[in-house]
């Protein structure tokens, strides 16, 4: 069992351009979750996702931010046209049906604005 | 809206040394709650988690307890060693089914060998 997969670990990404990050859950874990971890600054929650729906992005920014976690494939956090401001660590946990098994995080990736 | 506190911010001791570590939180219809460790540059490593209905749990050295009513989590680390240098995050759901986890902002520990 592989665990939580994030790719990449780093991003670098010029002011106004996308990052896509990746993510695979541990198999047979069927929920995912994505934080974000701002220098000096405790983890966010940020969006939960389960198979073809988004259950709770009320952490997520209104702009620019959005998720998907598709039928085949990873889930996916989309950041478009990037500030200094997004740079920060973006870390995605999985977990079985519920979250009474408790998470399973990444190894998270690490996005850089300049 | 939960909060996740932990004090001390940052702790040193000595090889050999027990410590605890403190985790409040100001609500205390908790789910359960998680003791994570993350490395420098690195994800978070998950430790030990204490559902609402448990006092502790224990993983070799590492013992956790937890105290509803008072709000209050402790992580007790025995006889540390300089492999246990981190910051210890510890995290907790709100409520049956919540799926949004708040994290305290960690406490930082260094082992001097």
């Known amino acids: 069992n592989a665990g939580v997969m994030q790719n990449p670990r780093h991003l670098v990404r010029r002011r106004g351009q996308e990052a896509r990050l990746r993510c695979s859950p541990m198999?047979?874990?069927?929920?995912v979750y994505w934080y974000r971890q701002l220098p000096e600054e405790g983890l966010k929650f940020m969006v939960y996702l389960q198979k073809e729906n988004i259950i709770d992005e009320s952490g997520m920014p209104k702009e620019r931010f959005s998720a998907e976690f598709p039928k085949e494939g990873p889930s996916i956090l989309r950041i478009q046209q990037v500030v200094r401001g997004d740079s920060a660590a973006y870390f995605c946990?999985?977990?079985?049906?519920?979250?009474?098994?408790?998470?399973?995080f990444g190894s998270g990736t690490r996005l850089t604005v300049v | 809206k939960q909060e996740v506190t932990q004090i001390p911010a940052a702790l040193s001791v000595p090889e050999g040394e027990n410590l605890v570590l403190n985790c409040s939180f100001t609500?205390?219809?908790?789910?359960?709650l998680q003791w994570f460790r993350q490395d420098p540059g690195k994800g978070l490593t998950s430790l030990l988690l204490i559902q609402s209905s448990q006092r502790e749990q224990t993983s070799g050295r590492l013992n956790a307890s937890l105290d509803k009513s008072s709000g209050r989590s402790t992580l007790y680390i025995a006889a540390s060693q300089p492999g246990d240098s981190a910051t210890y995050l510890c995290a907790t759901p709100l409520g049956t089914g919540a799926n949004n986890l708040f994290f305290g902002t960690g406490t930082r520990l260094t082992v001097i060998p």
């Open positions: 609500d205390s219809a908790i789910y359960n």
């Open positions: 198999k047979g874990h069927s929920h």
């Open positions: 946990a999985s977990s079985p049906l519920t979250e009474n098994y408790g998470y399973t």
